[in-house]
């Protein structure tokens, strides 16, 4: 299985703010790497596919880049409305495998 | 727009059985493989199975495979897992979600149905 680790586990940041989340992942992923939203007592929600396509309707303030084994999720201007909880997702390979999750507080 | 509602969730016993439902609407359900991915209350996201839109290809996570069952009626806009031998650590929100069959993976997400296993 391709074990997928996020870093941190935690960020606290201010509105305004360019915040990066690293997912590295134990073998290669190519770029079959999924970024989701996910806030509190909510679903998740797709932001960005294929390490760094934008879903529609996303922010361009999103920005996602890497392939193989290292990724990053960037925000570069925090908003009120980014403050939740993200998870990368390989998808390459079956089973499909997700970070433990990035949660993004208000500093 | 695509629509994804869970039910058939609730409080069961260590060895029991429940059967989620997912109906679909807003897509041509028959044409896109579908997810079945889990959160323990507090914990990350796991992927649980995957079926093919034809239900050709079933994919399981090993710590369900041999106890759950992916299913779907494409006559009926409808996605099952049957979930049997039931044991307290299934106990999650278990989400269904729509792939897009192409390069996005999982696209789209529904809001969840509570599995609880206890005594």
């Known amino acids: 299985d391709i074990q997928m680790t996020q870093s941190p586990s935690t960020l606290s940041a201010s509105v305004g703010d360019r915040v990066t989340i690293t997912c590295r992942a134990s073998q290669s992923a190519d770029n079959w790497l999924a970024w989701h939203q996910q806030k509190l007592g909510g679903a998740p929600k797709l932001l960005i596919y294929?390490?760094?396509t934008l879903q529609s309707g996303v922010p361009s303030r999103f920005s996602g880049s890497g392939s193989g084994t290292e990724f990053t999720l960037t925000i570069s201007s925090l908003q009120p409305d980014d403050f939740a909880t993200y998870y990368c997702q390989q998808y390459k390979l079956y089973p499909y495998t997700f970070g433990q999750g990035t949660k993004l507080e208000i500093k | 727009q695509v629509q994804l509602v869970e039910s058939g969730g609730g409080v069961v016993q260590p060895g029991g059985s429940l059967r989620l439902s997912c109906a679909a609407s807003?897509?041509?359900?028959?044409?896109?493989?579908m997810h079945w991915v889990r959160q323990a209350p507090g914990k990350g996201l796991e992927w649980v199975a995957f079926?093919?839109?034809?239900?050709?290809?079933?994919y399981y996570a090993d710590s369900v495979r041999g106890r759950f069952t992916i299913s779907r009626d494409n006559s009926r806009n409808a996605l099952f897992l049957q979930m049997s031998s039931l044991r307290p650590e299934d106990s999650a929100m278990y989400f269904c979600a729509k792939d897009d069959d192409g390069h996005r993976g999982i696209e789209y997400w529904g809001q969840g149905t509570l599995v609880t296993v206890s005594p």
């Open positions: 294929k390490a760094s």
């Open positions: 079926i093919r839109y034809d239900g050709t290809d079933k």
């Open positions: 807003g897509f041509t359900f028959s044409r896109y493989s």
